[in-house]
C-alpha cells in the first residue's frame, strides 16, 4: 500500500475540497463533481505507479470527456475561459469561477500546469496525435496566447455592456463554437508543426494565468545532479520543450511543464 500513498493524497486533498465546497454551499453536485475529478486522478497516479504505460491517457479521458460532455454540453455550464468571465462578471462563485480558482489559477501554486497534463479535454484529443515531442525549435508566437485572452475579455465584456438579452444562451453556444475553434487550430498546428503540443504552446489563453502561478508551483521535477550523466533523454522526450536538469525556477520554459513524468521514464539514471 506504501507505494500508493500519493495517489491516495491526491483523493484525501479532493475529497476534503468535494466536502468543504458541499457544506459551504450547500450542493450536493460538489461532492459529487470532486469525488469523481478526484477518484479519476487517483486512478491514473495509481496506474502510474503500477507502471502502466498509458495511465495519463486514462485520467485525461475520465476527467475531460466529463468537463466537456456532461458539465458543458448536458450542464450547460460553461468551462471554458468565457464561462469564467461571465460569472465572474455576475458574481457567482459557482461552476466556472471555482473551476478557475481550484484548476488554473490558485491550484497551479501546488501542482503548476497538472491540469494541462491530466484534465484539459483539448489536450485529450490533441494528444491522440502522433507528434508526441516537437520536431522544430519554439516559435516567437508567444503574443498570441495574449491576443485570444485578451479577445475573450472583451468578448464577454461587450455582452454586459450592451446588456444582450440571452446572455445564458449566448454563452453555451460559445461553449460550443469556443471547443471547435479550439480543436481545429490545434489540430492544423500539430500538424503543421508536428506537434500535439503547440496550441498548448502558442495560443491558450488559459496560460496566462497558469504559467506566472506555476512558477511557484510545490510539485516540479527536480534534478539529482549526482546521478546525472548529462545523456540528454529526459529532453528528447519532453513535450513541452523543459530544462528539466535545471532546478533553478528560471530554467528553459519551466512554466510549461505539464508533470507528464515522460522525463522521469526516459532517465536511465533515475535522476529525476
Ligand atoms: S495549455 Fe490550454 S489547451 Fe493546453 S492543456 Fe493547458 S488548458 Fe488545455
Ligand atoms: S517530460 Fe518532464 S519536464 Fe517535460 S513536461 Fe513532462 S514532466 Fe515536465
Ligand atoms: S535522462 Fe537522466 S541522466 Fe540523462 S540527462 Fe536527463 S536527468 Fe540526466
Given at each position: 500500500m506504501k507505494k500508493y500513498t500519493m495517489s491516495i493524497t491526491m483523493l484525501v486533498i479532493f475529497e476534503t475540497i468535494a466536502i468543504v465546497l458541499w457544506l459551504a454551499k450547500d450542493n450536493v453536485f460538489y461532492l459529487l463533481n470532486f469525488s469523481y475529478i478526484g477518484f479519476a486522478l487517483a486512478i491514473g497516479l495509481a496506474l502510474f505507479i503500477g507502471e502502466y504505460k498509458n495511465a495519463r491517457r486514462v485520467t485525461q479521458v475520465l476527467v475531460g470527456t466529463y468537463m466537456l460532455?456532461?458539465?458543458?454540453?448536458?450542464?450547460?455550464?460553461?468551462?471554458q475561459i468565457e464561462g469564467f468571465w461571465y460569472y465572474l462578471f455576475t458574481g457567482v462563485f459557482e461552476a466556472a469561477t471555482i473551476h478557475y480558482a481550484v484548476a488554473?489559477?490558485?491550484?497551479p501554486l501546488v501542482f503548476g500546469r497538472g491540469w494541462c497534463g491530466y484534465a484539459c479535454w483539448t489536450a485529450m484529443v490533441l494528444d491522440f496525435l502522433p507528434y508526441k515531442t516537437p520536431s522544430y525549435p519554439r516559435k516567437k508566437w508567444v503574443w498570441i496566447r495574449y491576443v485570444t485572452f485578451v479577445i475573450s475579455l472583451v468578448f464577454v465584456s461587450s455582452l454586459f455592456l450592451a446588456q444582450v438579452a440571452n446572455i445564458e444562451k449566448i454563452m453555451f453556444w460559445a461553449f460550443i463554437t469556443g471547443n471547435v475553434a479550439y480543436y481545429v487550430t490545434g489540430i492544423v498546428l500539430a500538424i503543421m508543426l508536428k506537434d500535439n503540443r503547440a496550441f498548448c504552446k502558442y495560443i491558450c489563453p488559459v496560460t496566462v494565468f497558469m504559467k506566472p502561478m506555476s512558477y511557484f508551483s510545490l510539485l516540479r521535477i527536480k534534478c539529482d545532479t549526482s546521478k546525472c550523466?548529462?545523456?540528454g533523454k529526459c529532453k528528447k522526450v519532453c513535450p513541452m520543450d523543459v530544462d528539466m536538469t535545471d532546478n533553478s525556477r528560471n530554467r528553459r520554459n519551466g512554466t510549461d511543464c505539464i508533470l507528464c513524468f515522460e522525463c522521469v521514464k526516459a532517465c536511465p539514471e533515475k535522476a529525476l
Open positions: 460532455i456532461y458539465l458543458g454540453v448536458i450542464c450547460n455550464e460553461n468551462m488554473k489559477i490558485f491550484g550523466i548529462s545523456c
